[in-house]
């Protein structure tokens, strides 16, 4: 089955495809499994709606990227008061070509908690923690060599001077012998498990978008797609895991026919952010810092944002009049966030004749409240960091330069003011043997027979980490569980 | 009961006691309290020299020699620098001052500002320009306000987030602190949350009625989380930080050990009563937790108008959780606190009923 000499991908341009193992989407879940059962010996197609896009041919974090890597050119909003923006990759790789490259295992009260309240069969955390090992290596998780960049350093230096913990978190990057913080390349899907998944003889397309699945009773048969060049097409297929993510997967689950908790507990990580300037030059452009501040976890988190010009003016847009002028300092600025466990939900809702489902999320009161004190504590981060201007990200917010004028930050802040972000998004076909899942512990769906997800929507709620090791973790498990319960076709 | 021992895990270099010792607002609850403490066979800090005490008149400098005869009373306002002047006049350059001069359930809103806030200025403006050894400012957790959510704890640092009048006339006291802290003078910020004990004010007794009653108000569940502070363990504190050098500039939680949910604080404090011999009604006062949020919004409506009603005040903020960790404390200070909230409640109940109080 061996085809090292044929190209790792191609475009989607027959009309018909055969598989025994359809796998939709190419990221962190879809890569991963397609990878472990194809080396099992299973017959695997991915398909993948964005381009192949290879490393190094655009500049990480820009709006070049933005463009070419996201869904919707990175402008993709959940509906609610205040809406909520979200950013989703859409090209080989998914997620993992674009977001920051951070590791963070399960953490082991979010597998008990997982265990206990959505009675998730087998789950066992040292086989979790051994799978992350395996995971640690494939991907080369490893810190900074020598110096962190500057703007990840003020985060280290603030949280000391506060006596708050924070701590270097590792990448999956690759550092070139003698190389430093900024000359890693990142170990993303396109480096790793699709190029493990094409040698074990899988094959890899882009530019395909699936529209349905065709259901009948309790089994899935073909996949109807549009092909790169807009020709309809078919695959078809004896097993099918859908990975396109906690938007995709249950939109085009209930496009096609499968409703039952999909897509009704969408789980998010809301953040807002400032921007801080600093006495000395502090942006990196091209590279967001490796440094969190875990003190208030798992309630609130703080970290670094990418920071090139376009995004600190993104972060001075709220108030502009007042605050537009700095973006000229951008070399002496760094975007930062907080993060917080939220208690909303969210809802994923397909609409028919709509290309993108419809997302609403809503804040709780306490949500908002752990977002204004996130913010607050974020300020006095960066003031001890040795920040002298403070420019918060809301409309109509204070610039802060004490630690008095954080009083007038708490009392003005208000959500609707500001642009809340998210990335992390998960939970849409939450697994476990609870009766609110959407699929079994495995990632089953419940009452099909050849139906699977393995992707952050099976993710039982958010993890209050960085999710990528958690979505990789648990892809590894139920590909195992597959394969062991499952032949390959002779 | 007192722990046996001090769980102190290391030693915190000291200063030498003060050849004086200064106490503003020293005929409130905790002045009174201070005066007893460092001056009387019966408190746990007792000091030799002068112990010197800002009282606003002569009634007020009666209640203070009622707790001790080794103290001489000045009369005089920290709204009236030139009675600060007076106060501090003929000390020696090593003497500690501990401001616990404060106004918190006013008649008008602008007492806030005047005593807080100008007050705390003054005084540290004083210390400074006598040249003496240390100044203990006692704040409080109103300039932070509320924890965002009933599993927050504060930290030793924290962004302000004034609570109304008071928390705001509070934060602006630090800060004048820390304005003359910048210029050369060494001050030690101390915040005790809500506090309990011997020497209380009616108000307080009014708080054990409701637990006897079964009216305590409880929003919710009751699983907001308080942190409440024994008065000897505030002293405690306050004489640590006095004590500590090199932490000017800093400021430092001191409560018990740990917080109390509103829950478990309706339990123990009538458990306490019953096991002092009080009938005591089960159950509370059950509100939903919008009663709070509208009482809140009453509160900061009528302080909009210069007015302060205390019940409103309180009410607003018993449906948020205030809770704080002390290890700052704990490993800056060496601060060790000896009482939990069950037997320094029947300490409390003890005082009242000596001194003939009805609960």
């Not at chain 1, 996949?223 to 020709?231: D, E, F, R, T």
């Not at chain 2, 009625?209 to 569940?221: I, L």
């Not at chain 2, 096991?275 to 159950?283: A, F």
């Not at chain 2, 029947?346 to 001194?355: D, N």
Request: glycine content about 10%; hydrophobic content about 40%; aromatic content about 6%.
């Amino acid at each position: 089955m061996t085809v090292l000499n044929s190209p790792i991908h191609s475009p989607a341009t027959e009309s018909l495809y055969d598989t025994e193992i359809l796998i939709i989407g190419s990221g962190a879940g879809g890569a991963t499994t397609a990878a472990l059962l194809a080396e099992a010996g299973f017959d695997v197609l991915v398909v993948e709606e964005g381009a192949w896009v290879e490393q190094g041919t655009v500049v990480p974090f820009s709006l070049d990227q933005m463009n070419q890597q996201y869904r919707s050119a990175g402008v993709t909003v959940a509906l609610g008061l205040p809406s909520i923006a979200y950013t989703e990759g859409r090209c080989a790789g998914g997620g993992t070509e674009v977001n920051s490259g951070l590791y963070r295992r399960p953490p082991a009260d979010v597998l008990e908690r997982w265990r206990t309240q959505y009675h998730i069969r087998d789950l066992d955390p040292d086989e979790m923690y051994a799978i992350a090992h395996e995971l640690e290596t494939a991907l080369n998780v490893t810190k900074v060599p020598g110096k962190v960049s500057a703007p990840s350093m003020a985060l280290h230096r603030g949280a000391e001077a506060l006596s708050w913990e924070n701590s270097e978190s590792p990448r999956w990057m690759k550092y070139p012998a003698g190389g430093n913080a900024s000359s890693g390349q990142r170990q993303s899907m396109t480096r790793t498990y699709l190029p493990r998944a094409h040698r074990a003889g899988a094959r890899i397309i882009t530019q395909c978008r699936v529209r349905k699945l065709a259901i009948r009773g309790t089994s899935a048969s073909e996949a109807a797609v549009v092909l790169a060049n807009g020709q309809p097409g078919r695959i078809r297929f004896r097993h099918v895991f859908v990975c396109g993510g906690a938007i995709h997967t249950p939109a085009l689950l209930q496009r096609s026919g499968l409703h039952e908790h999909i897509g009704d507990t969408l789980a998010v990580h809301p953040t807002v952010k400032l921007a801080a300037h600093f006495r000395e030059a502090i942006n990196v452009p091209d590279d967001v810092p490796v440094h969190q501040v875990k003190e208030f976890a798992p309630e609130i988190s703080f970290g670094g944002s990418a920071s090139n010009p376009g995004l600190v003016a993104m972060a001075l847009a709220d108030n502009w009049a007042e605050f537009g002028h700095a973006v000229n300092d951008w070399q002496r600025i760094s975007v930062y966030y907080a993060a917080i466990t939220s208690q909303g939900k969210g809802r994923v809702k397909a609409i028919p004749g709509m290309r993108d489902p419809l997302v609403t999320y809503h804040l709780t009161g306490r949500d908002k409240q752990l977002l204004r004190s996130g913010l607050s504590r974020l300020t006095l981060l960066m003031l001890a960091a040795g920040a002298d201007e403070v420019y918060p990200s809301y409309r109509g917010a204070p610039l802060v330069r004490t630690p008095g004028d954080i009083a007038n930050l708490q009392h003005s802040f208000a959500t609707t003011k500001a642009t809340v972000m998210t990335v992390h998004l998960c939970s849409t076909v939450p697994i476990g043997e609870h009766p609110r899942c959407a699929a079994n512990s495995f990632g089953q769906i419940r009452g099909m027979k050849n139906v699977w997800v393995n992707d952050a929507s099976m993710l039982p709620d958010a993890p209050g980490v960085n999710p990528q090791g958690s979505v990789q973790a648990f892809a590894v498990r139920n590909a195992r569980r597959f394969i062991e319960t499952n032949s390959p076709r002779g | 009961m007192r722990a046996a021992s001090s769980k102190r895990t290391h030693l915190v270099a000291d200063f030498s006691l003060p050849s004086a010792t200064v106490v503003t607002g020293a005929a409130g609850w905790l002045g009174r309290a201070l005066v007893q403490h460092l001056s009387t066979d019966s408190g746990s800090y007792r000091r030799d020299g002068v112990l010197r005490a800002l009282v606003l008149n002569e009634q007020e400098a009666q209640s203070v020699r009622d707790v001790s005869t080794n103290v001489e009373t000045v009369i005089g306002s920290v709204t009236d620098p030139r009675s600060l002047e007076r106060l501090l006049d003929g000390l020696p350059a090593d003497t500690d001052v501990i401001h616990t001069a404060g106004v918190i359930h006013p008649g008008k809103v602008s007492d806030f500002v005047d005593v807080n806030t100008t007050g705390a200025a003054n005084m540290a403006n004083a210390v400074h320009r006598a040249g003496l050894r240390r100044m203990v400012h006692v704040s409080s957790n109103s300039p932070f306000g509320t924890n965002p959510s009933e599993h927050d704890t504060f930290r030793a640092h924290e962004p302000y987030n004034p609570y109304l009048g008071y928390g705001k006339s509070k934060m602006h006291g630090e800060l004048a602190v820390l304005a003359q802290v910048e210029q050369g003078l060494d001050a030690v910020i101390v915040r005790p949350p809500w506090f309990y004990g011997p020497l209380q004010p009616p108000r307080q007794t009014t708080f054990f009625r409701m637990v006897r009653g079964g009216k305590f108000p409880k929003f919710g569940a009751g699983t907001q989380r308080r942190s409440m502070v024994f008065l000897d363990n505030l002293v405690q504190g306050i004489v640590r930080a006095e004590l500590t050098p090199n932490t000017s500039g800093r400021g430092y939680w001191i409560a018990d050990a740990r917080p109390y949910t509103v829950n478990e604080i309706i339990e123990t404090v009538g458990r306490a009563l019953k096991d002092e011999g009080y009938e005591v009604k089960p159950g509370a006062m059950k509100l939903p937790v919008i009663a709070g949020r509208i009482a809140e919004r009453a509160d900061r409506l009528i302080q909009g108008t210069g007015r302060y009603q205390q019940q409103l005040h309180v009410m607003g903020e018993m449906a948020h959780s205030i809770a704080c960790d002390i290890d700052a404390a704990r490993e800056e200070l060496g601060y060790d606190p000896q009482f939990e909230l069950y037997d320094g409640m029947r300490r409390s109940i003890q005082w009242c009923r000596a001194e003939g109080l009805e609960l």
